[in-house]
């Protein structure tokens, strides 16, 4: 059987494992690391760093060291959430194609699913160089919360690398399918995934082999990187009241203080105190000051308490979308790095009144939940019943709904329904001699269009001219395995179909991704592909 293997692209860190003899496994790089910095650094001389290598730059010249792409990628720049990102990142970041942001670097303009490739493809090289084969098919997992822009331009990311992206599926879901592979459980389960740049909640059936999302919700900007920005403020704060010099106004220092912060809040998750310090952090007339200070876990929990209550708003929300309450859950199971942090263990098991359960590894659960179902996918044609194939049955993270008069939304599709789902709806012509219908897509659960996600527009063109409301043509919504929303219309008066995958991802056409995909064999000294992409074609934070 040809091998997939499983990708956890997260904001901060990332992960590959495959299934191997039967059993998922975490693949290594050369030097034992399980995960990679998701960093990409583009030197002067021309040569990018990428992972372990490319982290060492952000003290160095942050200017060209891009990080936390992920909260920026199916985003558009004058997305409120994304210009807020895009305002605390060192780097330029600048509108490119239909207002899709991109990373203005050495000269160069960085599409945000390039930058991803770039992590992506050192996945991909480690997965070969540990299982001594080529490696060419993969699951790459998502925040829940993920729409079906972020989708798709984590696909196109996946192509760039040179990866058929089999599945793309909820980190959440990845990590139970870690947890429940296997274990012949009958249980509901929640999982709190807590990573390095986003948040997500989700609550899961487990039958045997079968996995049914009830419901989830997530926040994109809720992560470890804002614990290690809040305690950077702190300090900040504090030395500007000492010294009256302001850390934040030099990018370079102040990057140097947020991983000193990053550092400290790892050793506060062992310890009940942690020294932080920073040498040679200011240049004044009487000399060089360095920046020291005793942080307290007592100090660091007041500082992160409303984060840590952010989380418990998204889990609410899940619960009422499922009807259910936190004593029904079964079990309780925590991921992403920042579940390390002793304040948002206890808290979770506050709220949920039960001790959060053992058995997954937080940082690796889901991208060995990933290979499992990479696993899965490839021995799909078997026909036997005693393989260990898994069932997933996801859910619509978003409402999808079309702009109707006025600008007011109506939900064709709501959010944690099934997937795959289909829907259909008639529209008809509204006023005579009309010969083109425009059918605007939003995504999200706000009444208003302005106030949503626009995923695109479809139009209907050469109708038959007719008195109003004569003409009218089928529309089916049908959202896939992916999450990522398919439109086909059929005229019902000429039996014309129009097709198109509604997004708004379309920062890269075929021959941008073509151009990308060559750049970064390039970068390598590695011959370019063949073809334009496939066939088918203590690091603890994700």
């Not at 007339?285 to 708003?313: K, Y």
Request: include cysteine; hydrophobic fraction near 40%; glycine fraction near 8%.
């Amino acid at each position: 059987m040809e091998t997939a293997i499983g990708i956890d692209l997260g904001t901060s860190y990332s992960t590959v494992a495959a299934v191997v003899d039967g059993k998922p496994q975490v693949l290594a790089d050369d030097e034992g690391m399980e995960v990679q910095p998701s960093i990409v650094a583009f030197l002067e001389g021309g040569e990018i760093l990428v992972g372990r290598s490319a982290k060492t730059q952000l003290s160095i010249d942050p200017f060209n060291t891009i990080y936390s792409a992920k909260r920026l990628i199916g985003r558009r720049v004058d997305d409120p959430d994304a210009h807020i990102a895009i305002n605390n990142l060192p780097y330029s970041v600048v509108p490119g194609p239909n207002e899709h942001p991109v990373i203005r670097v050495r000269g160069e303009r960085v599409s945000i699913p390039e930058v991803s490739a770039y992590v992506l493809r050192l996945m991909k090289k480690i997965a070969e160089r540990r299982l001594g084969l080529p490696v060419d098919k993969a699951v790459i997992t998502v925040p829940a919360n993920f729409n079906d822009a972020q989708r798709e331009s984590t696909r196109i990311a996946g192509r760039i690398a040179g990866l058929d992206v089999i599945r793309i599926i909820n980190e959440p879901t990845a990590a139970a399918l870690a947890y429940g592979y296997g274990r012949g459980l009958d249980r509901l389960i929640a999982l709190y995934d807590f990573g390095g740049g986003t948040f997500d909640f989700t609550l899961l059936e487990v039958q045997g082999l079968v996995f049914r999302v009830i419901s989830t919700a997530g926040d994109m900007f809720l992560g470890g990187d804002d614990f290690d920005d809040a305690l950077a403020h702190a300090v900040a704060n504090s030395f500007w009241k000492q010294t009256g010099i302001e850390l934040q106004k030099n990018v370079v220092e102040w990057q140097r203080v947020l991983l000193a912060c990053e550092s400290c809040k790892r050793a506060l998750s062992q310890e009940t105190a942690a020294p932080l310090h920073v040498e040679r952090i200011a240049h004044t007339a009487e000399g060089v000051l360095d920046l020291s200070a005793d942080i307290t876990r007592d100090l660091f929990n007041s500082l992160c308490f409303d984060l840590v209550r952010r989380s418990f708003a998204v889990c609410e929300r899940a619960l009422a979308d499922a009807k259910v309450r936190p004593e029904d859950i079964d079990d309780v199971i925590m991921v992403g790095g920042s579940t390390y942090i002793p304040l948002v263990g206890a808290s979770v098991e506050q709220f949920f009144s039960k001790e959060p359960r053992g058995g997954v590894s937080p940082e690796t659960a889901v991208a060995l939940g990933a290979a499992i179902q990479a696993y899965s996918l490839m021995a799909a044609p078997s026909p036997q019943p005693e393989d260990d194939r898994t069932v997933l049955l996801d859910v619509l993270p978003h409402s999808i709904g079309i702009v109707a008069a006025g600008g007011v939304v109506e939900r064709v599709l709501k959010r944690n329904v099934s997937i795959p789902v289909e829907q259909s709806r008639l529209f008809s012509t509204s006023r005579d001699n009309q010969t083109e219908l425009r059918i605007r897509i939003v995504q999200g659960e706000a009444p208003r269009a302005n106030e949503n996600t626009a995923l695109g527009e479809l139009i209907i063109d050469g109708l038959r001219a007719a008195t109003r409301g004569t003409v009218e043509v089928l529309v089916t919504f049908e959202v896939d395995t992916n999450g990522i929303l398919n439109v086909t219309a059929r005229d019902r008066d000429s039996g014309r179909i129009y097709k198109k995958s509604v997004k708004v991802s379309g920062e890269l056409d075929d021959q941008e991704i073509a151009r990308a995909s060559r750049r970064q064999y390039a970068s390598e000294g590695s011959k370019e592909p063949a073809s334009e992409g496939p066939a088918s074609r203590d690091p603890r934070e994700r």
